[in-house]
């Protein structure tokens, strides 16, 4: 009875959210999630995605780099922002302004509408990736929202609550949705359970990347 598998493959497209976390659905239209992609691509040409260490000295199945005055970053000595690059000693490319156009569109009619961020982190999600439940907590002012852009394939993503063993919801993003995580919601638990290899509407992209912005000072 494949009928009754639907609703398993396809959520609600309008979940009922936590307050404080915001889902934007298309907010970037196919034009503005190739212009996205067009000026990633001098982003990953200046400061190439790196694996994900983690801090017991392992490593996720994503990969980042980061754009912006500091750049998040983890290895042995732990997590935290860098104004340079530790691969490769330079600074971190500018954030493009294709980028902050559409975080100062989405932001603008949000509870955080001054929202300048000073840093953007950059994972990507081939196939099979996937990011466990955690926090983002090394920036210095937990009253910033992180807003994160959905570009490439669609992904199942976890909001979980305050604790990693809380039981998280589990919705699907796609190329173009941007989410807001913010005020009561900040410190959720949140990841990403499962990419949908071969979704992506933007042609070459194949895969995921989660553009997500920050204010870390
Ligand atoms: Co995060």
């Not at 497209?13 to 000026?39: C, K, N, T």
Request: hydrophobic content about 40%; some cysteine.
């Amino acid at each position: 009875m494949p009928a009754l598998q639907l609703p398993l493959l396809d959520p609600p497209p309008a979940p009922d959210l936590p307050d404080g976390f915001i889902i934007r659905p298309g907010s970037a239209e196919a034009g503005a999630q190739l212009g996205l992609w067009q000026a990633l691509q001098a982003v990953l040409a200046a400061a190439p995605p790196v694996p994900t260490r983690v801090k017991g000295g392992g490593q996720t199945s994503a990969a980042m780099t980061n754009c912006g005055p500091l750049g998040w970053w983890s290895d042995a000595k732990g997590y935290r922002y860098e104004p340079r690059n530790p691969a490769t000693g330079q600074p971190w490319p500018p954030i493009p302004k294709d980028f902050l156009d559409i975080v100062q569109k989405v932001t603008a009619k949000s509870p955080w509408p001054g929202f300048s961020p000073d840093a953007c982190l950059i994972n990507f999600y081939g196939p099979g990736a996937k990011m466990g439940l955690h926090q983002d907590k090394d920036e210095a002012d937990f009253g910033q929202p992180i807003v994160t852009v959905c570009l490439g394939d669609t992904a199942d993503f976890m909001v979980g609550g305050f604790k990693r063993a809380d039981k998280p919801q589990v919705f699907r993003v796609r190329s173009g949705d941007v989410l807001l995580m913010g005020g009561a919601s900040r410190m959720r638990f949140h990841g990403v359970r499962k990419v949908h290899s071969g979704t992506s509407p933007v042609s070459d992209l194949a895969g995921r990347y989660s553009l997500t912005f920050r204010k870390a000072l």
